[in-house]
């Protein structure tokens, strides 16, 4: 594979990245971001330990979950993301909150950034939905440098939102070769495997993010077909079948009311996630 200039040298792969860049910009994924997941930045850039004046890489940073309370903490910041119309609403977020970072459009797998750059790169359910693990491991420890810190948050394969990708799978197209499925990222002994040997001291812990933003499971399943590029994507992709519509309606559903419990007389969702931090070695 060629990279020129961050960008990858390979018509297949460039139209797969031009399909994943459309899609995460359906809907609003910073709403959601900010209404539903905004706890989960704050809680990665708190485990691994940012600090003011030190360099740091949100690699897939959307719309800035994590690089605006970083750069909020005193951390000098790049957001980087293969979307321009997340980073455009990050930018807007981030003003709001008084943060100043860089905004960067960039692909997780050939990031445009020098060897050894950063002294922390991070990524909270971001570079998890880059097809390729490996090349986009191979990335994070590139550009973080030895000594540095990589911080990781991504959905569990058994947990809530990959249980969504499992069960919207049977009415998305097929992947093409070689794209792995974005939960595996949420899988510990994954993770070790494409981090390898270039990081030590690695831990990783499983949480639970508790989500109580929907009344119903139908009301969950209606707010992602509106707002999560992947799950309109794949809605797009049985739009003209009114039976498998309805199917995906039924089984996204059923998946609320399987993970659904009531606490203090209101419906909950628990959210799993694994929460990975790791050194790179010297």
């Not at 994924?29 to 940012?50: H, R």
Request: proline share 7%; net charge negative; with cysteine.
């Amino acid at each position: 594979m060629t990279v020129i200039g961050g960008a990858v040298a390979d018509p297949t792969l460039q139209a797969l990245k031009d399909k994943h860049r459309a899609m995460w910009a359906l809907g609003d994924y910073p709403a959601l971001a900010a209404e539903v997941i905004a706890e989960l930045g704050p809680t990665l850039v708190d485990a691994v330990g940012v600090a003011p004046g030190e360099r740091v890489l949100d690699v897939a940073a959307g719309s800035g979950n994590a690089a605006v309370p970083a750069a909020l903490a005193g951390a000098d910041v790049v957001a980087s993301d293969l979307t321009p119309a997340l980073l455009d609403a990050g930018r807007r977020s981030a003003a709001a909150r008084g943060a100043t970072l860089d905004w960067r459009e960039a692909d997780a797998e050939a990031l445009p950034f020098a060897d050894d750059a950063f002294d922390v790169v991070l990524s909270c359910v971001g570079v998890m939905f880059a097809p390729r693990h490996a090349a986009a491991a191979w990335e994070l420890t590139r550009v973080c440098r030895p000594g540095g810190r990589i911080g990781l948050i991504a959905w569990t394969p058994g947990g809530f939102i990959g249980q969504m990708f499992a069960a919207m799978k049977p009415y998305a197209p097929a992947p093409p070769p070689g794209a792995q499925p974005p939960p595996l990222w949420g899988d510990e002994q994954h993770v070790r495997d494409l981090l390898g040997d270039r990081v030590a001291g690695v831990r990783a812990e499983r949480r639970t993010l508790t989500v109580d933003a929907f009344a119903t499971p139908e009301e969950f399943r209606d707010y992602f077909k509106a707002r999560y590029g992947p799950t309109i994507a794949v809605y797009r992709a049985v739009a003209d079948d009114p039976d498998r519509t309805a199917a995906l309606d039924a089984d996204l559903a059923a998946l609320g009311a399987r993970f659904a419990r009531t606490a203090g007389g209101r419906t909950v969702l628990d959210w799993e996630y694994l929460l990975v931090t790791a050194d790179v070695r010297g």
